[in-house]
């Protein structure tokens, strides 16, 4: 007959032979489980470990190991030819009575809450999972053309700098960051800004960016105005601020500028969000014309305009344009864009661009949701911006991207040439391709997914007069850009017939 501690370990114990943790460790975070709870007193004493292991049906080895385990975190204590004692770490964790609570119901943690919450429609999940051996999207760039051996030496050298952990004791920076200042140069040398650091904030992410910006601008019921088809991204994060959003058509120039100055009065529009240099999902820039125009209305219709440069490294043909904020004399203008897109995604970063007191707000905001940020990732692009590396990386991929783009350019010719329009753009990582004859791509998806091809719900676009989708090219090389167009007009023609 069992002892009573041994019943609540028979009780409580389970193996998942299944799981990549080792069986030591699965039965001692159990046991510690049991002892937060109060199912294991202080004190009490376990089985030795002959006994524990012919208990849970264990090699006496393992056994040994779950109780070295446990002493090695503090909640046993081993007392040679007396036993193992169940300990209380100083305290740290409250036990749990669970009297009125079945021993069989730890094995399991609940799935649904015992109290009410807020739940977001728009912030839903459009993350989809395929196991397609191709998969499209809206043009992210290659993480295998990212340069891993280089970068793990630099990592390796950012973290051993004597400055870093002075960096981290800080509780406040007296002084901008070299990072800003880099930042700053950089900024200023391609993008023909004339910023200083206190007009920088560096963030996580684009997304992170302009989750500050709406909670600085926008308050519930406000106008932003955004393009007849813009970022899904975007327009999630401004419905959650309670925007009202309204969109502006958009053409081969761009969003319709005047469409603004013909709908709406001055204070009746809060922001325009835009993409100047490429419209997503169109890939179309806004006219210079159009850009001088929305900077006026602005300051005339009292808006901010909020610029995302998503994509802006990605030049293939001539010079860019440069972005509408480094021709903003008013202030009117928070510029967003992103570091590193060449890089693997861990070591990019995003940054916004404002006048002084906008900035100074957003960093409020920053110091709740990220206050210490990653230091070694700023360390070493510090450096890689000071040594140029970061623009020899872009100079070398964007070669590699314009060769893709022209072959899928070529591959489109040969297969949709008299069933879609496209325009090769001058850079990005994505075509906007519209079928001439509208069929329904929801069924185009599904077909595609059969032949081993995914087109995930972000990329498509139909309505009554489009049928389109932004065909993502930058994460194919030219032996899988001709396999996935090939299956692209396969599911296409099983489609329309």
């Known amino acids: 007959m069992n002892s009573p501690v041994e019943d609540i370990l028979l009780t409580l114990l389970t193996l998942d032979n299944t799981s990549v943790s080792p069986k030591y460790i699965q039965i001692a975070q159990q046991v510690i489980n049991a002892i937060q709870r109060g199912y294991l007193t202080e004190g009490t004493k376990l089985p030795g470990t002959r006994t524990f292991g012919e208990l849970l049906d264990i090699n006496r080895n393992t056994a040994v190991a779950v109780y070295d385990e446990l002493a090695s975190q503090g909640w046993v204590d081993i007392v040679a030819n007396k036993g193992t004692f169940v300990l209380m770490p100083e305290k740290k964790t409250a036990a749990i009575k669970g009297a009125a609570q079945g021993l069989e119901k730890l094995k399991t943690y609940p799935e649904t809450a015992g109290f009410s919450f807020q739940s977001s429609f728009n912030l839903a999940s459009t993350e989809e999972n395929s196991e397609c051996a191709y998969v499209l999207n809206d043009g992210q760039p290659d993480l295998r053309l990212h340069p891993t051996h280089q970068f793990s030496r630099w990592y390796s050298a950012s973290m051993k700098r004597p400055t870093l952990v002075s960096k981290w004791n800080q509780i406040q920076d007296q002084f901008y960051s070299i990072f800003n200042k880099q930042l700053c140069n950089y900024l200023n040398a391609t993008r023909g800004f004339y910023i200083m650091p206190h007009n920088i904030l560096s963030t996580r992410s684009t997304e992170m960016s302009l989750y500050i910006v709406s909670q600085l601008l926008i308050k519930k019921n406000d106008v932003v105005l955004v393009a007849q088809l813009s970022p899904y991204k975007s327009n999630m994060i401004f419905q959650q601020a309670g925007a009202n959003l309204i969109t502006i058509p958009v053409d081969h120039n761009g969003i319709d500028v005047d469409f603004i100055e013909q709908h709406f009065t001055k204070n009746s529009v809060r922001c325009v969000y835009v993409c100047a240099h490429r419209q997503y999902p169109t ?16 300051k005339a219709y009292n808006f901010a305009i909020i610029e995302d440069d998503f994509d802006y490294d990605f030049q293939f043909n001539g010079s860019a344009m440069l972005p509408m904020a480094s021709a903003d004399s008013e202030g009117v203008v928070i510029y967003l864009g992103r570091l590193g897109q060449s890089f693997f995604p861990s070591f990019q970063i995003g940054f916004l661009i404002a006048p002084q ?21 700023k360390q070493m692009l510090s450096e890689l911006i000071s040594e140029g590396e970061i623009n020899r990386l872009i100079k070398k991929n964007i070669t590699v991207y314009k060769q893709r783009r022209d072959y899928l350019s070529k591959c489109l010719t040969v297969h949709f040439k008299d069933i879609a329009t496209w325009k090769i753009p001058d850079g990005g990582l994505a075509i906007w391709l519209e079928f001439n004859t509208s069929i329904s791509l929801f069924q185009l998806a599904e077909k595609a997914k059969a032949n081993n091809l995914f087109l995930p719900k972000t990329i498509l676009y139909q309505n009554k007069s489009l049928c389109a989708m932004r065909l993502g090219y930058g994460h194919l090389n030219e032996d899988e850009i001709e396999t996935v167009v090939k299956t692209l007009k396969q599911s296409f023609d099983a489609v329309r017939l």
Not at 283 to 298: I, P
Not at 357 to 368: C, D, F, P, S, T
């Open 357 to 377: 007191n906008v900035i100074k707000e957003a960093n409020n905001y920053l110091q709740l949701l990220d206050k210490q940020g990653d230091l070694i990732q």
């Open 283 to 298: 890939t179309v820039t806004l006219s210079a014309e159009r850009r001088v125009k929305l900077l006026q209305l602005a």
